[in-house]
């Protein structure tokens, strides 16, 4: 923290613009050596805080390295908290590179992974779930994605956290200060009190961790597996969902021998497309081995869809059948391909074919029929819990940790209160439940938690 440190904020290679940060307590004297401002517009250390100079950058012998915009952001109104001043750059390689040597040579220091937001915690300008969001927030790849660190940024979890930790904290202060006095002159109506107002708190943890099986698929993504016999069209589904030729599409049954992964967007939810081989009994080693592949990802997809090839529907029932006689209980969906090939009246009887279960059709040659089949993935994701309604929506396997924690301990305290258990027992139970909560935001937490977070994040954040 006594260090002034600099880095890259920008990626690597060729670009029209590049940015390096500069933070710390030597940053604006490191400036001052460096910066020669194209107007009498002062000392860089002299700027104030959310202005911009127009200028060039020397080196230590005064050669002019480029031509630059230097930005200052004066502490404690910094995203660090200290003084920090981001350099814009023509964003070369060898101008980049010249730039961050000439800082290092006048007295900055490289900065580590994370360091940049590290400092911001230890500031007080984030709190740990807050820093978690910025890289969500980088690594965004879908809209969900997007909003959801955005709303981690702005506070919504942490306030959340930290309001049910101060309520855990309310009734330890209320149990403590009957162990103060007497636990055996305790009247029942405080023990009932504190057992009421423990209730509301259980279910706010609870319906927390419900969200969970929705809310990890910010991160691990929605997963849909296409099955179906050789040749049923699948890479040709899979192709138009993408609006792009990732698979290999051919007449030739059994083209795919393995499972191909694409990832894209629907509705703003992350999906990942798993194409597999076509499901069939063979002799051929290496088909066998795209089966089996075929069947281990759709074990762990969040939603199958079934593409009955209606040249082969007996055939393609059949295999269903024996797909759902030895498949774990999943969400499942027909769908009836080809439909380009058939009547009206020709639908309808393969419609009556595969019986009751809804069924959607699917035809290359009709485009729109693929809003229903996006609908579908939308569907079975809301399925899955209520979500973006709740003010601790979990998406981060630590913070999902935490609060089974702080349930266990709730839970436990609950039991004691109901069982006239020990109220020092009660009380530390409690405790532990705050300490969980208190952990998640971070106001709570080891240097070596804070040092593991920060290790994953960009060194130029």
């Known amino acids: 923290m006594t260090d002034t440190i600099c880095a890259l904020s920008t990626p690597p290679g060729v670009a029209a613009l590049g940015i390096i940060r500069l933070s710390g307590p030597e940053a604006g004297s490191i400036c001052d050596l460096r910066f020669r401002p194209r107007s009498s517009f002062g000392l860089p250390s002299a700027m104030p805080g959310y202005t911009m100079a127009y200028g060039t950058w020397t080196d230590a012998q005064g050669q002019i390295l480029d031509q630059v915009i230097l930005a200052a952001f004066r502490a404690p109104h910094s995203y660090t908290g200290e003084d920090l001043y981001e350099i814009s750059f023509h964003g070369g390689t060898q101008v980049r590179n010249s730039i961050l040597e000439s800082l290092l040579a006048t007295g900055a220091r490289p900065a580590t992974a994370g360091e940049f937001s590290k400092r911001a915690f230890l500031n007080g300008k984030l709190d740990l779930a807050q820093a978690e969001a910025v890289m969500d927030l980088i690594e965004a790849e879908s809209r969900l994605q997007q909003d959801q660190a955005l709303r981690d940024l702005s506070g919504t979890l942490s306030q959340a956290v930290e309001a049910l930790k101060d309520q855990v904290l309310t009734l330890m202060a209320q149990l403590e200060n009957i162990l103060e006095f007497s636990e055996e002159a305790a009247e029942e109506a405080d023990i009932t009190a504190i057992r009421d107002g423990l209730k509301p708190i259980q279910e706010s943890v609870n319906q927390a961790l419900s969200m969970w099986s929705q809310g990890r698929i910010l991160t691990d993504k929605f997963r849909v597996c296409i099955l179906g016999l050789p040749n049923a069209g699948k890479s040709t589904l899979l192709n138009a969902l993408m609006g792009l030729d990732r698979a290999i599409v051919s007449d030739i049954s059994g083209t795919t021998r393995d499972t191909l992964e694409a990832n894209l967007q629907i509705a703003g939810i992350p999906v990942l497309m798993i194409d597999t081989a076509g499901l069939r009994e063979t002799a051929d080693q290496i088909e066998r081995e795209g089966v089996d592949r075929a069947l281990t990802a759709a074990q762990?997809?969040?939603?199958?869809?079934?593409?009955?090839?209606?040249?082969?529907?007996?055939?393609?029932?059949?295999?269903?059948?024996?797909?759902?006689?030895?498949?774990?209980?999943?969400?499942?969906?027909?769908?009836?391909?080809?439909?380009?090939?058939?009547?009206?009246?020709?639908?309808?009887?393969?419609?009556?074919?595969?019986?009751?279960?809804?069924?959607?059709?699917?035809?290359?040659?009709?485009?729109?029929?693929?809003?229903?089949?996006?609908?579908?993935?939308?569907?079975?994701?809301?399925?899955?819990?209520?979500?973006?309604?709740?003010?601790?929506?979990?998406?981060?396997?630590?913070?999902?940790?935490?609060?089974?924690?702080?349930?266990?301990?709730?839970?436990?305290?609950?039991?004691?209160?109901?069982?006239?258990?020990?109220?020092?027992?009660?009380?530390?139970?409690?405790?532990?439940?705050?300490?969980?909560?208190?952990?998640?935001?971070?106001?709570?937490?080891?240097?070596?938690?804070?040092?593991?977070?920060f290790s994953r994040f960009c060194v130029g954040k």
């Open 300 to 453: 762990s997809a969040d939603l199958v869809f079934w593409l009955h090839d209606p040249l082969r529907l007996a055939e393609s029932q059949a295999a269903l059948a024996a797909y759902l006689a030895s498949a774990p209980e999943q969400e499942l969906v027909s769908l009836l391909g080809k439909q380009d090939l058939f009547s009206a009246e020709e639908r309808e009887i393969q419609m009556q074919a595969l019986g009751k279960a809804p069924v959607l059709i699917w035809s290359q040659a009709q485009p729109e029929l693929l809003d229903p089949i996006r609908d579908q993935i939308k569907i079975a994701y809301d399925s899955l819990g209520s979500g973006q309604a709740g003010h601790i929506f979990l998406h981060n396997l630590r913070h999902k940790d935490l609060l089974d924690q702080a349930k266990q301990a709730l839970d436990l305290a609950a039991q004691s209160l109901a069982g006239q258990g020990a109220l020092d027992m009660t009380a530390a139970m409690l405790r532990s439940a705050a300490e969980a909560l208190a952990s998640l935001s971070g106001s709570q937490v080891s240097d070596a938690l804070v040092d593991s977070i």
